[in-house]
């Protein structure tokens, strides 16, 4: 059974950086094809994809938001880091992970609600 | 990008009866398109990937259908849990792209 949970702080300051972890299970980021993603949604609005990471280390970035953002693994740890920076009120989101064992996005976390401050 | 557009933003039904629920891609992207549950304070969840086949578990009332840029999520006989928001996917191109929604409501 694939599991994901995302993890990291739930209230952020605005210019601050934020960090989340997804972790997760039931997978191997060691194996052929297979990736990990984040996807957030602000309030009352429609989802919105961030980052990609592959088990070859492949990343790909949401072009509006490319140079705010970082995305890691750590397979020994069966861990994906997500890192956005300089956060703003506007990036109130709840922030998913999800596995791309295939192309499509199944399972997801539960979400981590952040928000950020001014 | 590719903007997926989904129609219409809201569909009032019955419980017992069909929904039909529209997702239009700006360009093609052949059958690289998924569709997702999501309800109040839930995450996603996968109903539909590669435009009709239906994910594991997934009731058979759920149908889709489509390629290119006109798809469609099916729904006979509905059910009282089956009313939540749905969003398409596009896993085509790069950046990946989801519609705005639609609102299924009694």
């Known amino acids: 059974q694939i599991t994901v949970k995302e993890s990291g702080p739930m209230l952020v300051q605005a210019t601050q950086t934020l960090t989340l972890t997804c972790t997760f299970s039931g997978f191997s980021l060691n194996t052929d094809g297979v990736a990990v993603a984040w996807i957030r949604q602000p309030p009352g609005k429609a989802l919105e994809w961030l980052a990609h990471?592959?088990?070859?280390?492949?990343?790909r970035y949401s072009p509006s938001l490319k140079d705010r953002l970082t995305i890691t693994k750590d397979t020994s740890k069966n861990e994906v880091v997500l890192r956005m920076t300089n956060m703003d009120p506007m990036d109130t989101a709840t922030y998913f992970c999800?596995?791309?064992?295939?192309?499509?996005?199944?399972?997801w976390g539960p979400g981590t609600l952040v928000t950020v401050s001014s | 990008d590719i903007v997926m557009t989904q129609s219409p933003a809201t569909l009032s039904v019955s419980p017992g009866e069909r929904a039909t629920l529209s997702c239009r891609a700006s360009q093609s992207v052949g059958s690289n398109l998924a569709w997702y549950q999501q309800k109040p304070g839930q995450a996603p969840r996968l109903l539909i990937y590669a435009a009709s086949s239906r994910s594991t578990l997934i009731p058979a009332r759920f149908s889709a259908s489509g390629s290119g840029t006109e798809f469609t999520l099916t729904i006979t006989s509905l059910q009282s849990e089956d009313f939540a928001l749905y969003f398409c996917h596009q896993y085509s191109n790069w950046p990946q792209t989801f519609g705005q929604g639609t609102k299924l409501e009694i």
């Open positions: 990471i592959y088990w070859d280390d492949d990343k």
């Open positions: 999800a596995a791309a064992i295939s192309f499509w996005f199944d399972p």
